[in-house]
Nanobody
Framework: QVQLVESGGGLVQPGGSLRLSCAAS????????MTWYRQTPGKQRELVAG???????NYADSVKGRFTITRDNAKNTVFLQMNNVKPEDTAVYYC?????????WGQGTQVTVSS
């Protein structure tokens, strides 16, 4: 059974930092492209950051220079380090694992940026 379990969300002040984690089980983690998406009510889910099996990364323009995605294949976990967060970063953050046409989603973790 495949599971992606996100954690680390919560309430953070503008300018603060937060680290999200996504622990995977039931997949050959190292072979998967891992991506963080986010979604706010009434809007489509949008890509935040992705990391390939070889470590290549890509970021949405809105988070470049502030967010960093990394992966630990030994722990089957992908991380999203969020620095200098802004109110517009408020969303539910989802972890996605993709290998060819196979894709899996986590249940999401809420991030709220507010003073």
């Amino acid at each position: 059974q495949v599971q992606l379990v996100e954690s680390g969300g919560g309430l953070v002040q503008p300018g603060g930092s937060l680290r999200l984690s996504c622990a995977a089980s039931g997949i050959t983690f190292s072979a998967y492209v891992m991506t963080w998406y986010r979604q706010t009510p009434g809007k489509q889910r949008e890509l935040v950051a992705g990391i390939g099996s070889g470590g290549t990364t890509n970021y949405a323009d809105s988070v470049k220079g502030r967010f960093t995605i990394t992966r630990d294949n030994a722990k089957n976990t992908v991380f999203l380090q969020m620095n200098n967060v802004k109110p517009e970063d408020t969303a539910v953050y989802y972890c996605n694992a993709k290998f060819t046409v196979i894709t899996h989603w986590g249940q999401g973790t809420q991030v709220t940026v507010s003073s």
